[in-house]
Each structure stands twice: as C-alpha cells, then as structure tokens.
Nanobody
C-alpha cells in the first residue's frame, strides 16, 4: 500500500509558475509509475502527466506539453509537477496517483493509489 500526500498548490497569476509535490509513504515507491491528474469543477478527472518508475519515460497531455514537467526523486519518495506559463484553464484540483503498470497510462482506472488533491488556481 502506498499513501500519497500532495502539496504546493495555490493561487498564481496567468503566465506564472508553480510546482506541486507528492510525497509517498512506503519503501516500494520506486516500483510505481506515477501520474498527475486534474479535475476542474463540473468536469472529469483528466490525465496531465506521468512518469515511469525509472524516470526514463514521461508522457504529457497535449494541453500541457511544453509548459509542464514531471519528475521524481526516488530517494525522497517524491514526484513533482513543475508548471510554467500557467493559464486560467489550468485551474483545477491536482491529484497525484500511483500505478502498478509498467507503462505510463493516461487512464485513471489504471492508477490504484490516489492523494487527496491540491488546489491550483490561475487568475487572469
């Protein structure tokens, strides 16, 4: 079992940057593919970015490519999402998730562990 706790959300102006973090408990963190999802009010929870356990492969939603970067530090059991050039449409609750799959899935159904989420609000 892995427990995930997100942090680093907040309010930022359009064009600004923010980094959210996800700290994981458990000694098997480095075995899991990790992902970030987001959910805006009234919308579904959508894939944002994912990273393989070895950090050799990353995957991004088209809407964030070139602006967001996912990374992980297995020694610290932490995964990060650096968000640059933020837009008002990036406003959402951001969730960290862990998957036992060996590939980076964009489907939330393939992620077994979830954090509680952190709010990111981008003002125009």
């Amino acid at each position: 079992q892995v427990q995930l706790v997100e942090s680093g959300g907040g309010l930022v102006q359009a064009g600004g940057s923010l980094r959210v973090s996800c700290a994981a408990s458990g000694r098997t963190f480095n075995m899991y593919t990790m992902g970030w999802f987001r959910q805006a009010p009234g919308k579904e929870r959508d894939f944002v970015a994912g990273i393989k356990s070895s950090a050799t492969i990353t995957r991004y939603a088209d809407s964030v490519k070139g602006r967001f970067t996912i990374s992980r530090d297995n020694a610290k059991n932490t995964v990060y999402l650096q968000m640059n050039s933020l837009k008002p449409e990036d406003t959402a609750v951001y969730y960290c998730a862990g998957s036992g799959r060996y590939y980076v899935s964009t489907s939330r159904d393939e992620y077994q562990f979830w954090g509680q989420g952190t709010q990111v609000t981008v003002s125009s």
